[in-house]
């Protein structure tokens, strides 16, 4: 299924940097970002749990927003995109290791 992962972190302290890099590095593991602050990420359902308990963890419920946007498996119907940064087809085109 696919995940659209965007979230908002407080960066008015060094702790908040520090959430920020830690955010993106686990969105990063799970998916592509397509906007600074915003990542398609296509999971299975083990991974998708595991997705959203690390973001939990590491976010501040005080001072950031995380919100998940759930697309399913026929995403490709669902997203339509327009202009510069074109991204590749998530299930076809990318390499994870």
Known sequence: MLVL??????TSNKRGHRRLRRVAKICESFGLRVQNSVFEC???SAQWIRLRNLLLKVYSKEEDSLRFYFLGKNWEKRVEHHGIK????LEKDLLIA
Do not use: A, G
């Open 42 to 44: 296509i999971v299975d």
């Open 86 to 89: 074109e991204t590749p087809n």
């Open 5 to 10: 992962v965007s979230y908002d972190v407080s």
